[in-house]
């Protein structure tokens, strides 16, 4: 089997594995589940993958790593720093959005804690991603003098709460847009109506 060949059927087999265990959760779903979806023998499945514990694991770090390039396709073209960290949420949570069974059957069986080391490391290239951000804001004057670190943790934090909310309190997601107003714009009524950053302005 050639290089190309094999980075196929692997493919095959992390999306096959996505839906089987997205759509039965972790602990419902075997190998032969896998192997009948992607449309390989048991045999073969396990010339890729040595358990189904393996697999699981590579799943997700694929989604993180897909995760952060959307996030940076949809997100670096922009100049604007306040429409890039309204796009920054609206493709997280559209990302969450499109994997929520599988990050509902993943945490709510394997818990939180799994992967942690793998998982610290996704969140360090996101806190440097938004930093960037939000120092790129301050110098330019479109952001305040804020703690650009302080900022990033809360930003961080809010989105975080939305996958947690996935596992635990769905009828708690909310709107994107709500999300990026507030986060962007606070609470306080500004005198005069002046002074709002909306992020929706036009180039």
């Known amino acids: 089997m050639n290089r190309r060949s094999a980075d196929e059927t692997r493919r095959k087999i992390n999306d096959a594995a996505l839906r089987v265990f997205s759509a039965s959760g972790f602990e419902n779903s075997n190998m032969r589940m896998i192997a009948g979806e992607a449309g390989i023998s048991v045999g073969a499945l396990y010339l890729?993958?040595?358990?189904?514990?393996?697999l699981c694991s590579?799943?997700?770090?694929?989604?993180?790593?897909?995760?952060?390039?959307?996030?940076?396709?949809?997100?670096?073209?922009?100049?604007?720093?306040?429409?890039?960290?309204?796009?920054?949420?609206?493709?997280?949570?559209?990302?969450?959005?499109?994997?929520?069974?599988?990050?509902?059957?993943?945490n709510r069986e394997k818990g939180f804690a799994y992967g942690v080391d793998w998982k610290r490391s996704f969140f360090v290239e996101l806190r440097s991603f938004i930093d960037a951000i939000i120092k790129k804001g301050i110098d330019s004057?479109?952001?305040?003098?804020?703690?650009?670190?302080?900022?990033?943790?809360?930003?961080?934090?809010?989105?975080?709460?939305?996958v947690v909310s996935i596992v635990i309190d769905p009828e708690n997601l909310f709107d994107p847009d709500a999300c990026a107003d507030i986060l962007l714009n606070g609470l306080i009524k500004r005198d005069?109506?002046?002074?709002?950053?909306?992020?929706?302005?036009?180039?």
Do not use: W
Request: with cysteine; hydrophobic share 30%.
């Open 48 to 54: 890729y993958y040595k358990s189904k514990d393996e």
């Open 58 to 106: 590579t799943i997700f770090k694929d989604l993180c790593d897909n995760f952060l390039q959307e996030i940076k396709t949809k997100v670096n073209p922009i100049p604007d720093p306040a429409r890039q960290i309204r796009a920054y949420i609206s493709t997280y949570i559209d990302m969450a959005r499109l994997h929520r069974e599988f990050i509902y059957s993943f």
């Open 141 to 162: 004057g479109v952001f305040g003098d804020i703690n650009t670190d302080e900022a990033t943790k809360i930003i961080m934090s809010v989105l975080r709460g939305y």
């Open 192 to 203: 005069g109506g002046g002074g709002k950053v909306t992020g929706n302005e036009e180039d």
